[in-house]
């Protein structure tokens, strides 16, 4: 029998619920970039500016420099969509939460349906580009909410027909995919915590995921083309969840990144202009 003294207590946890996303949706609206802050002791150069962190550009092709690795983040949804366009919700996966941001989704697809345990058997993931065929190991044992949403939103087509709208040649070699929109701001609708940094290394054939900030994790990825500079400094922060890496398809990633970037720029879209055709991920059980 439901009380009344229990049904105030869902209305107030319902109303902080609202509050929460209502607040998150507002803080990645006024963020309009993601950030790949730079670890400390590294100090990148570049147009005669010091840069404490490289900020990679939802909106265009050229690399912004900041002064502070606290400076602006961007949404991984799209900006487009107010608040009131999706409706505050969460799910919980095992210990895996995953809530509304309150941005609508760049392509349909749901949260994660809810459940008392998250599968943490092995994964493969296979991204078939127009370039050729990547796979990877996802370790759904050390990030398995990230391994399931990514489940969630690759069952859902979410990645098909996408394009991997940047690529980064000075100081971090990255290929970022996994926004529909191309505009570096689309995502799920949902976010979720990080996993799986402690002692992150960002090299060559890593998988990790790109975010606005501590647990903004959506739908962008962002694959190491190539080892950290000669010095062996590892230009990223431990910010990002390494999701897995690539097992198979090096040289295609080779292929598609060795081009550079168009218009000769160290932070923009590829020139090779790849595209996601269809992306898998399928789980042992």
């Known amino acids: 029998m439901v009380t009344s003294k229990t049904r105030r207590q869902r209305e107030l946890a319902a109303a902080r619920a609202m509050r929460q996303a209502e607040r998150r949706a507002a803080a990645l609206r006024r963020r309009r970039r993601i950030t790949v802050a730079v670890s400390a002791g590294v100090v990148v150069a570049l147009g005669g500016g010091i840069a404490g962190a490289l900020l990679l550009s939802g909106s265009d092709s050229t690399a912004t420099v ?25 799910t919980k996966v095992g210990p895996c939460t995953y809530t509304s941001d309150g941005q609508q989704p760049s392509k349909p697809v ?16 296979v991204i078939t580009t127009n370039k050729g065929t990547i796979k990877a190991t996802l370790d759904a044992a050390k990030a398995p909410c990230t391994v399931h949403a990514l489940l969630t939103m690759a069952n859902a087509k979410f990645f098909d027909s996408t394009p991997c709208h940047r ?36 090299t060559r054939g890593v998988i990790a995921m790109a975010n ?6 959506g739908s962008q990825f962002f694959i190491n083309y190539k080892d950290p500079a000669a010095d062996g400094v590892q230009a990223l922060a431990t910010n990002y ?10 040289g295609v990633l080779d292929a598609i990144t060795s081009p550079g970037v168009d218009g000769g720029g160290s932070d923009g879209v590829p020139v090779t202009k790849p595209q996601i055709t269809s992306l898998t991920v399928t789980q042992t059980a």
């Open 66 to 90: 900041s002064a502070s690795p606290a400076a602006s983040a961007a949404p991984a949804a799209s900006a487009s969509a107010s608040p009131s366009a999706v409706p505050a919700a969460s």
């Open 241 to 250: 969840t390494v999701v897995g890496k690539i097992t198979e398809g090096l």
């Open 212 to 217: 606005a900030g501590a647990n903004t994790n």
């Open 167 to 202: 690529e980064t040649t000075q100081n971090i070699f990255v290929l970022q995919c996994g926004d529909p929109t191309s505009s570096g701001s689309g995502g799920p609708g949902f976010a979720y915590a990080n996993e799986n940094t402690d002692g992150a290394k960002y």
């Open 110 to 125: 749901s949260l994660p349906a809810a459940a008392d345990t998250v599968d943490r058997s092995p994964a493969t993931m």
